[in-house]
């Protein structure tokens, strides 16, 4: 709990007296110094004000991405028990055009799950990864969170599901050149390779009551390392002034 004002007000003053005279019994060492002079804060400012507002999204970006999964067992609506081979089988079967015949995008991890019968699913070559079990929506109940490659090219996909009337329900997905994947609390955090040398995007999923989804609530690039200062240029001419702008998303 705070101090009153008037105590507040008393500490201060003790410790000013503490300070000056611990400055007076030794000279300049351990005294206060100067931190430069404070950065002018500016307002926000609002740009084209007579510019209309939009009404709906320009793209379908799958905010809510909520899917019952058909003809997957939940044994006791234990989500343990779910076999994850049999997941990726299910969707697999829904969209054969991503994954069946020779001009199939992901048409070698269809041929590769017969592997996943011999040896299992996060062993090689089958393409399903290990799965992980953790609370994600709060109701003491852990999610499944699972992955697989989208083969022959260079995409994982991730996908989170949970058990709602004895079903199972995928309540996040997501494709991408996935160099990271972390649980923290209530969300799934993916870290994605950039076109910029040094940066990478950084996207965070977390679980919604109102929608009984994840959603997208981060989307950022950051940066990992790598180069501190910007190229110098290589011409000798003057630049031309370019107005600022914010960073555009991905």
Not at 168 to 179: N, R
Not at 198 to 214: I, V
């Amino acid at each position: 709990m705070p101090h009153p004002r008037p105590l507040r007000t008393a500490l201060a003053l003790a410790a000013v007296a503490v300070l000056a005279s611990a400055t007076a019994a030794c000279g300049d060492a351990g005294g206060l110094k100067g931190a430069g002079e404070t950065p002018t804060a500016v307002s926000p400012e609002k740009l084209w004000p007579d510019l209309p507002a939009a009404s709906s999204p320009a793209f379908d970006i799958d905010e809510v991405n909520i899917q019952i999964v058909k003809g997957v067992a939940v044994p006791g609506d234990d989500i343990h028990r779910v076999d994850p081979v049999e997941v990726v089988r299910r969707e697999i079967a829904a969209h054969p055009d991503d994954y069946d015949g020779s001009e199939a995008p992901y048409r070698e991890t269809s041929r590769r799950m017969a592997d996943c019968d011999e040896n299992g699913a996060e062993r090689k070559p089958c393409p399903v990864l290990r799965p992980y079990y953790r609370d994600l929506t709060g109701d003491g109940r852990d999610e499944l969170t699972l992955g697989f490659r989208q083969l022959p090219g260079d995409l994982t996909a991730v996908r989170v599901y949970t058990v709602e009337k004895h079903r199972l329900v995928q309540v996040m997905g997501w494709e991408d050149a996935v160099g990271a994947v972390e649980l923290a609390g209530r969300s799934v955090i993916i870290r994605s390779p950039s076109e910029v040398a040094g940066y990478e995007y950084r996207l965070q999923w977390t679980w919604d009551a109102d929608q009984k989804a994840m959603l997208l609530t981060h989307d950022e690039m950051v940066r990992t390392g790598g180069r501190t200062h910007p190229p110098r240029p290589t011409s000798t001419a003057s630049p031309t002034p370019v107005p600022s702008s914010s960073a555009s998303g991905r």
